[in-house]
């Protein structure tokens, strides 16, 4: 029986033995797994392997065997590859430590396929912000981790006028004003934008910020994210790549 040969998205490599890689696929038919390309940087006509298993390039691969670690069979690239900036790759290289961190393995996200897709695309357009904020909200919705911004936590809906704390997990619980407290119009607002392309001030990109970076690091532990780190010291002037 022929392996099956899906799309996927390369979103980690590292050396394996000599000449050898270990990839992290995010596929449509597996979900998240690991394969091993023996041989990768051996150069063949046309190049080595390894010059093909770039992130952010669509492929068609194959693999095989019956435990955790598979053999890569076959890949190919299905179009080009995206080309981004300094500071484009570091979102897209954040895109993918999420998945890496987050997705369990052998279980199939086809929606979030899609929208990894559909980010991956728009990254080389610019609005990075919207983008990167979206896709927070399509992984942790796609999980069962989506936060509920339309009603709180006793299942009410948000009042415009009140004010909200975020209680951790995905839900707000009613509060005075505060610091810590948001406006029920913004959560409102945010709501709004998610189901739909709609406006967003500066307080409420923050605000999405936010309470998605606290949602996501329940789930992610204490070990911080590389790309996060690399883009402070980008943004800082201290160096990164």
């Keep these: 029986m022929r392996p099956l ?12 033995q000599d000449s050898g890689l270990i990839i992290e696929f995010f596929s449509l038919e597996m979900g998240r797994f690991s394969a091993v390309a023996r041989g990768a940087h051996r150069r063949h006509r046309g190049g080595s392997l390894a010059s093909l298993l770039q992130p952010f390039t669509p492929l068609l691969v ?3 065997g019956s435990t955790e670690l598979k053999s890569l069979r076959s890949v190919e ?4 590859g995206y080309r981004y900036s300094q500071k484009t790759t570091l979102c ?7 998945l890496v961190r987050l997705l369990p393995r052998f279980d199939p996200h086809p929606t979030l396929f899609a929208n990894y897709g559909d980010a991956l695309a728009a990254l080389g357009e610019g609005d990075t912000e919207s983008i990167l904020r979206r896709f927070e909200s399509q992984l942790l919705s796609d999980l069962g981790y989506d936060v509920v911004w339309h009603c709180d936590g006793d299942g ?6 009140g004010w909200y704390r975020f209680a951790g997990g995905s839900l707000f619980m009613p509060s005075d004003v505060s610091a810590q407290a948001y406006a029920g119009t913004d959560l409102l607002a945010i ?7 709609s406006a967003l001030s500066p307080t409420q990109w923050q605000l999405l910020k936010t309470v998605n970076r606290a949602a996501l690091a329940v789930h992610l532990g204490e070990r911080p994210l590389q790309s996060r780190l690399l883009a402070e010291q980008l943004l800082s002037g201290t160096g990164g790549s």
Excluded at 191 to 197: G, H, K, P
């Design 156 to 161: 009410v809906v948000i009042d415009p006028d």
């Design 92 to 98: 897209a290289s954040y895109l993918n430590e999420l």
């Design 77 to 80: 690239s299905a179009s080009a």
């Design 5 to 16: 040969v899906q799309p996927a998205w390369l979103v980690a490599r590292r050396p394996y």
């Design 191 to 197: 709501d709004q934008w998610l189901r739909a392309e």
């Design 62 to 64: 194959s693999v095989s």
